[in-house]
């Protein structure tokens, strides 16, 4: 069974920095594409980022695209997302999860909705 473990969430100023990490285990990541996703109080949870399975495709929501950088250590196991000018609006619970299938370029809407299983994730809380 996958387990993910996110970490390297905290309290920040706008305009800050945090770096989050997610590791996994359970699986080869080294196979799959890998994703960060959030979820902000009384909203649905929604993509941020994916990363495919050897780093050569990344796809990022409009609202983070040029500020956020995701990235992956297969050997480690562990993926990372970079968050540069946080914003207020970026103050949500951070989540990682793993594609379904091997070798993909990213993790689809329709699959990453239909996740069932979560790790804890990382609070991200912007101050203003």
């Known amino acids: 069974q996958v387990q993910l473990v996110e970490s390297g969430g905290g309290l920040v100023q706008a305009g800050g920095s945090l770096r989050l990490s997610c590791e996994v285990s359970g699986r080869t990541m080294s196979r799959y594409a890998m994703g960060w996703f959030r979820q902000a109080p009384g909203k649905e949870r929604e993509f941020v980022a994916t990363?495919?399975?050897?780093?050569?495709?990344?796809y990022y929501a409009d609202s983070v695209k040029g500020r956020f950088t995701i990235s992956r250590d297969n050997a480690n196991n562990t993926v990372y997302l970079e968050m540069n000018r946080l914003e207020p609006e970026d103050t949500a619970v951070y989540y990682c999860?793993?594609?379904?299938?091997?070798?993909?370029?990213?993790?689809?809407?329709?699959?990453?909705?239909?996740?069932?299983?979560w790790g804890q994730g990382t609070q991200v809380t912007v101050s203003s």
């Open positions: 990363i495919n399975w050897r780093a050569t495709h990344t």
């Open positions: 999860n793993i594609d379904t299938r091997p070798w993909g370029l990213t993790i689809a809407p329709a699959t990453w909705r239909a996740y069932t299983s």
